[in-house]
């Protein structure tokens, strides 16, 4: 099937999913046109901390996939991080991130970890943050071992998975960028059948990114936290 011309099919759990992909530029200057604030960050940190229990005094291990800009995982050490002895000023010994491929900057320097730091490690909270519908293959996020983990991605309009349309506007359908969308039921079988639940799914996003929208049904961003069975 094409959307705007580009071939889509729905995969294995019946995500829509663009079938080939070019690659695209996630360069420091898409990057730094990001639109995570440092309220933004706060409101995750405050719906995570209310949903899972889990306080900054309790020292978790947190891991952000995906830092993007830096504003999120910045905030999670000042909030979270235990200082570490590092000669970078915000290293911390609990808090890091992974950017998807190659992607690193110094924009959180001293925070950052490659693939082979990875492995092996477990994480209290993960964050993925209009993450997941960029990966190549949705079934990365199981790579990484979390207890809980709070996701963030576009919410599709209505139908449009299910029967994708020849043309759409939608500001959300960018090709080559996001790969995935990604419809609440899918996405309960999805994360049911890798051996977690679903504590918590809102919009709490809205509230910041588009206000007007929050309390009617044309949601914009899908928040879900997820739990370890």
């Known amino acids: 099937m094409n959307i705007n011309g580009v071939p889509h099919h729905h995969d294995k759990y019946g995500f829509l999913k663009q079938s080939d992909t070019l690659p695209f530029d996630y360069s420091a200057e898409y990057?730094?046109?990001?639109?995570?604030?440092?309220?933004?960050?706060?409101?995750?940190?405050?719906?995570?901390?209310?949903?899972?229990?889990?306080?900054?005094?309790?020292?978790?291990k947190v891991l952000e996939v995906g830092p993007g800009s830096g504003v999120m995982l910045n905030e999670l050490a000042k909030v979270y991080g235990v200082p570490s002895p590092s000669a970078a000023d915000n290293a911390t010994c609990n808090v890091f991130g992974h950017d998807i491929g190659e992607l690193a900057d110094d924009v959180s320097k001293g925070l950052m970890?490659?693939?082979?730091?990875?492995?092996?490690?477990?994480?209290?909270?993960?964050?993925?943050?209009?993450?997941?519908?960029?990966?190549?293959?949705?079934?990365?996020?199981?790579?990484?071992?979390?207890?809980?983990?709070?996701?963030?991605f576009p919410c599709p309009p209505d139908r449009f998975t299910v029967f994708p349309p020849e043309k759409t506007p939608w500001h959300h359908f960018k090709p080559n960028e996001h790969i995935y969308y990604l419809e609440r039921r899918r996405v309960l079988t999805w994360i049911a059948e890798n051996g977690y639940e679903a504590v918590y799914w809102g919009?709490?996003?809205?509230?910041?990114r588009r206000p007007k929208r929050h309390l009617s049904r044309a949601h914009n961003i899908s928040s879900v936290i997820i739990k370890k069975k």
């Open 113 to 152: 970890l490659s693939d082979d730091a990875i492995k092996g490690q477990s994480w209290d909270i993960l964050f993925a943050c209009d993450v997941i519908e960029h990966f190549p293959d949705i079934d990365h996020l199981w790579d990484f071992d979390f207890a809980y983990a709070y996701l963030s």
């Open 203 to 208: 919009n709490p996003e809205d509230l910041i």
């Open 31 to 60: 990057k730094a046109r990001q639109g995570t604030t440092v309220a933004m960050a706060y409101l995750r940190m405050a719906v995570t901390a209310q949903v899972t229990g889990i306080c900054p005094a309790d020292e978790p």
